[in-house]
C-alpha cells in the first residue's frame, strides 16, 4: 500500500519545490530573501504548536470515530498510525490517507471496508468546518460567496443522503448493477454502515465542532505570520480577514484536489494578501512560512512517525 504511494509522493514534493521556486521568481528572490529577514521568527514555534494542536484535535476526532465503530486499540498505537498518515498529505485529496485503514487492519483486524469510511466522515466535517470558518468573511468582503455556498450545499446535500438508509440503499442497489461493485456489493453495505453511525446528528456535530476549533489554531497560526513581519507598515491585518483568507485558500486547494492543495492553495493565499495591499514579496514570504508550518510540517511528522511506528509494530510498510 505504502510502496504503491511512494513515487507518488516523491514527485508532490518534486512538484511542491517548483511551487516554490515559482513564487520566489514572482516575488523576485531577493525581495523574497529580504521579507524573510523581516520576519520575527521567534514566533514561529508558537505557529508550529498551533499546527500541531490541529493534528492533536483532529486525533481526538479520530478515536471519537474508532469508539463509534467499537474498534479497540490502544491510544498510542492509534496516534502513531494517524500521525503516520500524514505523509500522505501530498497524495491528490488526501485520499492516500486511508493508509490508516490499511493499519488499522494489520493491527486491530478491522476490514478497511469497515474503517476507510471514517476518511469520508473525516473529509466532510473537514470541508463544512473551513465553510464555516470563512462564511462570515466571505459576506464581509464580499468574495468567495458563490464557492463557498456551493460547496457547503454540496456537502449538506451528501449528509442528507448518506443519513437516509432508504435513499442510500436504493443508490446502492443501482450502482451494484455495475458488475465490480456487484461483486464487493457486502464491503459497500459495510462501508455505508460505517458512515452512517458516524453522520448521525450527535457524531457530526460533535465531529463538526472538533473541526472547527482545529482548523481554527491554523488560521490562528496563519494570523500570527501575517502580523510577525517588523518594520512594514499597513500590515495590521485582523483575526475575521486571516481567518478567511486561510480557510477559503484552504477550500479552494481541496477543491481543486491537487496533491496537497500545491499551487491552488498558495496561488489563493498570496493573491488575496495582495488583495489586502500587501507588499507582493511579504505576500510570499508569508504563503510559504504557512505552508511550511502547516502542510510540510505535516509530511515531516508523517515520515518521522511511521519510522517510529515500523520499529515499535512487527508490521513493516516499506523502507523509506
Not at 39 to 51: D, E, Q, R
Request: net charge positive; charged share 10%; with cysteine.
Amino acid at each position: 500500500m505504502f510502496s504503491k504511494y511512494k513515487k507518488k509522493i516523491l514527485l508532490s514534493v518534486s512538484f511542491g519545490a517548483f511551487v516554490f521556486l515559482v513564487f520566489s521568481l514572482y516575488a523576485d528572490f531577493n525581495n523574497l530573501l529580504n521579507a524573510f529577514n523581516q520576519f520575527n521568527w521567534i514566533w514561529y514555534p508558537l505557529v508550529l504548536l498551533l499546527s500541531f494542536g490541529n493534528y492533536l484535535i483532529r486525533f481526538l476526532k479520530w478515536q471519537f470515530y474508532l469508539g463509534i465503530l467499537d474498534v479497540q486499540i490502544k491510544t498510542g498505537t492509534s496516534f502513531l498510525i494517524f500521525i503516520s498518515s500524514f505523509v500522505m498529505s501530498v497524495t491528490p485529496g488526501k485520499m492516500g490517507e486511508v493508509l490508516k485503514s490499511f493499519l488499522l487492519k494489520e493491527e486491530t483486524g478491522t476490514p478497511v471496508s469497515v474503517s476507510a469510511p471514517i476518511i469520508l466522515a473525516e473529509r466532510i466535517t473537514d470541508f463544512l468546518s473551513v465553510v464555516l470558518l470563512c462564511i462570515t468573511g466571505a459576506f464581509v468582503f464580499d468574495y468567495g460567496k458563490g464557492i463557498i455556498i456551493a460547496t457547503g450545499s454540496v456537502f449538506i446535500v451528501l449528509v442528507l443522503v448518506l443519513s437516509s438508509r432508504f435513499v442510500s440503499f436504493k443508490i446502492i442497489s443501482v450502482l451494484s448493477r455495475i458488475r465490480f461493485i456487484g461483486a464487493h456489493s457486502e464491503k459497500v453495505y459495510a462501508s455505508y454502515n460505517s458512515i452512517y453511525e458516524m453522520i448521525k446528528m450527535k457524531p457530526l456535530f460533535y465531529g463538526l465542532f472538533l473541526s472547527c476549533i482545529a482548523w481554527f489554531l491554523e488560521c490562528l497560526g496563519f494570523f500570527i505570520v501575517i502580523n510577525g513581519f517588523t518594520g512594514v507598515s499597513g500590515l495590521e491585518t485582523g483575526i475575521l480577514s486571516a481567518t478567511f483568507i486561510y480557510a477559503f485558500s484552504t477550500l479552494v486547494g481541496a477543491i481543486a484536489m491537487l496533491p496537497g492543495g500545491l499551487g491552488a492553495t498558495e496561488a489563493t493565499l498570496t493573491g488575496l494578501l495582495i488583495l489586502l495591499k500587501i507588499p507582493k514579496n511579504i505576500s510570499v514570504a508569508s504563503t510559504m512560512i504557512i505552508r511550511v508550518a502547516t502542510l510540510w510540517f505535516a509530511v515531516i511528522l508523517g515520515v518521522i512517525t511511521i519510522q517510529i511506528y515500523q520499529r515499535k509494530s512487527h508490521h513493516r510498510i516499506t523502507d523509506f
